[in-house]
């Protein structure tokens, strides 16, 4: 029997958030993929769009930030269906509404617990 692990891209310019993410999410049975950057998240999924179920985006990187990706992922046919959940230390009411409006699946404000994220990712 051929069982499906969703396969969930994780960026963060942030080593030990990330690395946080990867250890429970890969607890909870998911396969994962992680990116330090917009721009290498987004190389990651133009090659391979069908491969994430998911994506866990900071809002705040360089080269190319959250709000920037999400746009290019509601932008692009074969991506616009994918849920992205937007990450970042700074939750103002305003960058809530906008992330939203822009088409993200749910806003995650900085510092998280592992509860948390596994009951988003898993909605």
Known sequence: MNIHQPTLLLVDDDLVNLEILVEHLE????????AMNGCE??????REPERF????????????NGMEVL?????HGELDFLPVILQTAAGSTEEVRQGIEAGAFYYLT???T??????????
Not at 27 to 34: C, I, K, L, P
Not at 41 to 46: F, V
């Open 27 to 34: 607890e909870a049975g998911y396969q994962t993929v992680s």
């Open 114 to 123: 592992k509860d948390v994220v596994l009951a988003i990712v898993r909605a």
């Open 71 to 75: 746009a290019k992922i509601k932008a």
């Open 110 to 112: 900085k510092p998280f």
């Open 41 to 46: 998240a987004w190389s990651l999924l133009e």
């Open 53 to 64: 179920d998911a994506v866990l985006l900071d809002r705040m990187m360089p080269v190319m």
